[in-house]
């Protein structure tokens, strides 16, 4: 059975940091691309970053950019994405996801498996 369960999320003031981690267990990890989601209240989910299988692409969504770095350690199942100078408006649960699909994709349909998701909330 896969699971996936995230961790790392809190409360931060703005311009702070948090690092967000993704376990995964019941599959291999280097077999499947990863991304990490986001959706506040009242909004739809967005994508925030995605990885390659070995971790060699990466992708980001412009409100990440140069803010935000995914990573993977395949040995240990995990992904991460640490997040510095955040500000309120990345307040949000952040969901991690992951497909045997066909490439990394900021699109939630390509995903087959969700995480509980996380809470991060930045206070101005």
């Known amino acids: 059975q896969v699971q996936v369960v995230e961790s790392g999320g809190g409360l931060v003031q703005a311009g702070g940091s948090l690092r967000l981690s993704c376990t995964a267990s019941?599959?291999?990890?280097?077999?499947?691309?990863m991304a990490w989601f986001r959706q506040a209240p009242g909004k739809e989910r967005e994508g925030v970053s995605c990885i390659s299988r070995y971790g060699t692409l990466t992708n980001y969504a412009d409100t990440a950019k140069g803010r935000f770095t995914i990573s993977r350690d395949n040995a240990k199942n995990t992904l991460y994405l640490n997040m510095n100078s955040l500000k309120p408006e990345d307040t949000a649960e952040y969901y991690c996801a992951a497909t045997r699909g066909d490439g990394c994709s900021l699109l939630s349909s390509r995903y087959n498996f969700w995480g509980q998701g996380t809470q991060v909330t930045v206070s101005s």
């Open positions: 019941g599959l291999t990890l280097e077999d499947y691309y």
